[in-house]
């Protein structure tokens, strides 16, 4: 698995980042039985440059915790099968050095995630395990919309996060 990592913003946290992000993806895809190695970017800003980001691509002009930006689009979130399908989708969806497929780019505020793990009583490394992997189930098709959406997601997050030890207390 490729991670891509862009710090638009300084900051230090005393655990392997980079190690913490592959690990919550690589399980995300074990969880989804997702076939393929995958391509992920993810970047870090501060409040201002995720209330950019949002106001840009969702007109909402306000900062959040994190987006997602899935480069698919699933028939059924975590259903694979379309890929096989149809020879083109192979060229748009995978990257064409490694043959990884492209899941898409997933931007964190630092600023939001360092306040919620003081707000939730947890640590930086707990919040941003989180964030990530309620990302990559964005970038894998799932969402919370709906009360049974949300219940479903939360519930896959949990499954994640538990059986890598990454809990709130």
């Not at 992920?40 to 691509?57: A, K, M, P």
Request: overall charge negative; charged content about 35%; proline content about 2%.
């Amino acid at each position: 698995m490729s991670v891509i990592i862009e710090k638009e913003t300084e900051f230090k946290v005393d655990f392997d980042l980079e190690g913490l992000i592959r690990q919550i993806a690589d399980k995300c895809l074990e969880h989804e039985k997702c076939p393929y190695e995958a391509w992920v970017s993810v970047t870090f800003t501060d409040n201002e440059g995720i209330r950019e980001i949002n106001r840009e691509h969702r007109n909402i002009d306000k900062a959040t915790d994190v987006l997602s930006f899935p480069m698919l689009e699933y028939e059924k979130a975590g259903d694979f099968s379309f890929l096989e399908r149809d020879e083109k989708i192979l060229c748009e969806y995978f990257e064409p050095d490694t043959g990884e497929l492209m899941l898409g780019d997933i931007v964190i505020s630092v600023e939001r995630a360092e306040e919620q793990a003081e707000e939730y009583g947890h640590s930086i490394k707990r919040e941003i395990g989180f964030l990530v992997a309620h990302s990559m189930f964005h970038l894998l098709g799932y969402d919370h919309m709906e009360a049974e959406e949300r219940e479903d997601m939360e519930k896959r997050q949990r499954e994640v996060l538990n059986s890598l030890g990454i809990t709130r207390i």
